[in-house]
């Protein structure tokens, strides 16, 4: 690590001071609720944004003026808050006349491509996973170390990414770009066993059963012998980060987000 | 002439008793609500993917070929079973042999896959009785479930067994009397000649039995088929034609709904031309709410439990079996149904779908991530169900668990679903360093 004297200090763009300035960017960076609250999210969130300042992206966030998509409210049956949270989105969206939205969150991401539309938003929606894969496969990123060739990394599939919208080799294309031993789980792709979290379980306990979802996950995880869990999604990084604490694998095995791996292979 | 007769009244039976089941089936579509489908194309072609080429049933690749096998084969021999019914109506025999060469290619795949079809059976019936299959069974597999599937592989074994014996004494038949026959018999061929000795009275016989035992085996079984699982066998190609071709992740928009919000937004927003509308319930309660898609897909459920196998709530032990779901729909539906067709739209019986039949436990136990839609060989979906059953617990009864209701006063009051203050929605960006530049 290079000490802070070197580092270049970022400075998020908001939508509202370049829409001051006059200035439309070509990206709208949808941060999401995890993404700016979640403790473990917002470390992902802030690689991404290094991410997008070293490939000099023409972007920028809503910021305060973000509000939560509604994924959850829908899917946990309160059409009437989803609708709520929706529309008031897209009027701020459609106020700013975003054309590409790129977000970390798959949940988000299913909301803002499928469901926007129906409500009056239309835009082209991407998930942090295609955007990258996009530009490895373009040549933008340059200078990808060997940080991680020693380690093996298995990839969980995130439903709303995945069966939701049918994106399985995006995030996979990312790790193929990161030297590393990729293995995969046995129920992977569109075969992927759910983290547990989806549906609002989240916020909720679970029902009476034999064991909680993200533990049957995680040990399917484990028995890869993988040393990294890498996930794309705000709600399956928390799962799968208890399911290690769970089972005390916390010495050898880690949780990271794909960006992260990205990032932190480039130095970033 | 007296076997003519005899045809054509039990083709009449069959049809009168099969258009008295139809009645009393489809006469429920008229509870359901409305759906409108749209983008036949991409229907059609979705239907020549999962259905004709049978996609997803080949994700349990050694068992869904011979599954394909079976569908396959029947369509194949449906030919043959509309001549019999020329033949039996008309007194001819083997009328459509005016076909040429496509005849005999027709006969020659059906008098094959006859053979297939039995022996895929035979695996079935061996699978069901000699191996544990885990997804065979549940709670909601109740022995009549069971008995089902047995009688009906017990009804397409001896099916295509008497296929296969027509056939061949039909050989025997045209050979014995010096005629030249029609179509081309591979397997009968080589099953003739095991009975080259029999006698040509004999040979007649079993000929004529065989030919009736086949198509009336077809009749009763038609009719028997409505009342069982197997209904799928009518239902599974149209479902798939009338099925959600949106992606699994997209959830139907509630329209009714988007009238309140948009008013609720913006006060001076136009009501729409008409005015007054009926009051909704929000939300499915009981069997008359559902789509009529939604019907449909109980309809043509085979109970498989592909879907529960996959459910990451049922693996785990809870009480939620996305199969389990279908079927209550239907039960429901059946039992609703008997009394709305006598008594009319205001028949009431106190039950419910929620409540008698599916437990709010169930519902809130789905983690929407759509494996066992995913995973329907037929594209059911049940979790479009699932969540009309949750929106009608949340809209009209507050009824969600209290972690969730926790999450929509957060999300109401601070723009997600954690208690943090809308104002620091920016601070991860605080402090934010990168180590170079491209």
């Known amino acids: 690590m290079t000490n802070t004297a070197n580092k270049i200090k970022i400075e998020v763009p908001v939508m509202a001071n370049l829409a001051a300035q006059g200035h439309k960017p070509e990206w709208l960076f949808w941060v999401g609720s995890a993404g700016a609250f979640d403790d473990r999210y917002k470390k992902v969130t802030r690689e991404f944004v290094k991410l997008l300042t070293f490939l000099g992206i023409d972007y920028a966030v809503l910021g305060i003026e973000e509000s939560d998509s509604g994924d959850v409210a829908r899917r946990a049956g309160n059409e009437m808050l989803f609708q709520m949270q929706a529309l008031q989105n897209i009027e701020i969206l459609n106020g700013y006349e975003v054309k590409k939205i790129v977000t970390c969150c ?13 409500l009056g938003g239309h835009y082209e929606v991407w998930h942090h996973s295609q955007f990258l894969a996009e530009k490895l496969k373009a040549g933008n990123l340059k200078g990808i170390s060997e940080a991680f060739a020693s380690k093996k990394i298995v990839f969980h599939d995130p439903c709303y990414l995945g069966r939701g919208t049918g994106e399985y080799e995006a995030p996979r ?6 030297p590393s031993e990729k293995v995969e789980m046995k129920r992977n792709r569109s075969f992927g066993l759910c983290c547990g979290a989806g549906g609002g379980q989240m916020f909720k306990e679970a029902e009476k059963g034999d064991k909680e979802v993200f533990i049957e996950r995680t040990e399917e995880a484990i028995a890869t012998g993988a040393d990294i869990i890498a996930t794309a999604c705000p709600f399956c990084m928390v799962m799968m980060t208890d399911g290690i604490k769970y089972k005390n694998q916390e010495e050898r095995m880690k949780n990271y987000d794909i960006a992260e791996l990205l990032s932190l292979s480039l130095g970033l | 002439m007296t076997a003519q007769i005899l045809f054509a009244l039990s083709l009449l039976i069959t049809l009168a008793v099969f258009a008295f089941t139809m009645r009393r089936i489809f006469f429920n579509f008229r509870y359901t609500k409305k759906k409108k489908l749209t983008d036949y194309p991409a229907r059609i072609r979705e239907t020549f993917k999962v259905a004709i080429a049978q996609q997803k049933i080949f994700r349990h690749p050694v068992m869904g070929f011979v599954h394909a096998l079976v569908f396959w084969g029947f369509m194949v021999i449906l030919f043959g079973s509309i001549e019999m019914v020329v033949d039996g109506l008309f007194g001819t025999e083997r009328s459509f042999a005016v076909l040429g060469w496509f005849y005999d290619f027709l006969m020659a795949t059906g008098d094959v896959f006859a053979a297939i079809i039995a022996i895929s059976i035979l695996i079935f019936m061996f699978r069901r009785i000699f191996l544990h299959v885990k997804r065979f069974y549940g709670p909601e597999m109740k022995p009549v479930s069971k008995a089902d599937a047995n009688l009906t592989l017990s009804f397409i074994l001896l099916l295509m067994l008497s296929l296969l014996g027509m056939n061949a004494f039909y050989l025997l038949e045209m050979h014995n009397t010096g005629q030249s026959f029609e179509g081309v018999f591979p397997v009968s061929q080589s099953l003739a000649d095991l009975f080259v000795g029999m006698s040509d009275k004999g040979i007649i016989f079993w000929h004529h039995f065989n030919w009736w035992f086949h198509i009336l085996l077809i009749f009763i079984f038609a009719n ?10 009518f239902m599974s190609v149209p479902n798939v034609l009338v099925s959600r071709i949106e992606p699994l992740g997209k959830v139907d928009n ?8 948009k008013l609720m937004l913006d006060p001076a927003a136009p009501m729409d031309a008409g005015g007054e509308e009926t009051v909704e319930k929000f939300g499915v309660s009981d069997a008359n709410d559902i789509n009529w898609v939604n019907y449909m897909n109980a309809l043509s459920c085979t109970e498989c439990g592909r879907c529960t196998a996959v459910c990451p709530a049922n693996i785990t032990g809870k009480l939620l079996s996305p199969r389990k779901i279908v079927m209550d729909v239907r039960a429901r539906m059946k039992e609703k149904g008997a009394g709305l067709m006598k008594e009319g739209a205001a028949f009431d019986d106190g039950k419910s779908l929620i409540g008698d039949y599916i437990s709010e436990e169930e519902l809130w136990a789905c983690t929407m991530c759509n494996a066992c839609a995913q995973e329907c060989p037929i594209n059911i979906n049940q979790p479009s169900l699932i969540l009309d059953m949750r929106r009608y617990l949340v809209l009209e009864q507050s009824k969600a668990p209290s972690g969730l209701n926790t999450a929509f006063t957060n999300i109401e009051n601070n723009g997600a679903p954690w208690q943090y203050s809308p104002e620091d929605r920016m601070n991860w960006a605080d402090e934010l360093f990168i180590n170079k530049q491209a």
């Open chain 1, 106 to 118: 798959p949940h988000d991401f299913n909301t803002l491509k499928n469901e926007y539309p129906e």
């Open chain 2, 254 to 261: 509630m329209d009714s709904i988007t009238k309140e919000v």
């Open chain 1, 173 to 178: 294309s990312v790790l193929d770009a990161i």
């Open chain 2, 224 to 233: 028997v088929l409505p009342y069982s699982k197997h209904f799928h066998v």
